[in-house]
């Protein structure tokens, strides 16, 4: 299992969400967050306003995961958004107590 982190423009959200639910990735967790790449923020902010999405996937997802976000947030432009894939231990559904790969979709 991994979580593909995606942080990505509010613009583009929308979009992600509808693409990742159209090709069988319907369960994630996504929340605003502020931050900031490799040119920094736009003079006066510091910090930009973005969306982070996360989603705990099968390993034989990662990569379908990661071409639909890209397919769907991709515009050529600096801030275009950043993935992270981060190894995942275990997985528990609270309410039957199935684990690993049974308990994400
Ligand atoms: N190394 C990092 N660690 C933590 N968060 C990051 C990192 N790089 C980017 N981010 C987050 O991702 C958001 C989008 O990053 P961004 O798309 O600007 O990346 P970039 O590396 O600057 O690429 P680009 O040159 O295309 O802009 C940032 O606002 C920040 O929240
Ligand atoms: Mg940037």
Do not use: W
């Amino acid at each position: 299992m991994k979580k593909v982190e995606a942080i990505i423009r509010g613009n583009d959200f929308n979009r992600v969400k509808n693409a990742l639910k159209q090709v069988g990735i319907v369960p994630l967790t996504a929340y605003p967050v502020q931050g900031r790449g490799v040119q920094g923020g736009v003079p006066p902010y510091d910090l930009l306003p973005k969306i982070k999405l996360e989603v705990v996937v099968k390993d034989k997802d990662v990569e379908k995961v990661i071409e639909t976000i890209i397919r769907n947030s991709r515009s050529g432009v600096p801030g275009d958004g950043k993935i992270f894939v981060i190894p995942v231990e275990d997985a528990i559904r609270v309410r039957t107590g199935e684990k690993g790969n049974e308990a994400l979709y």
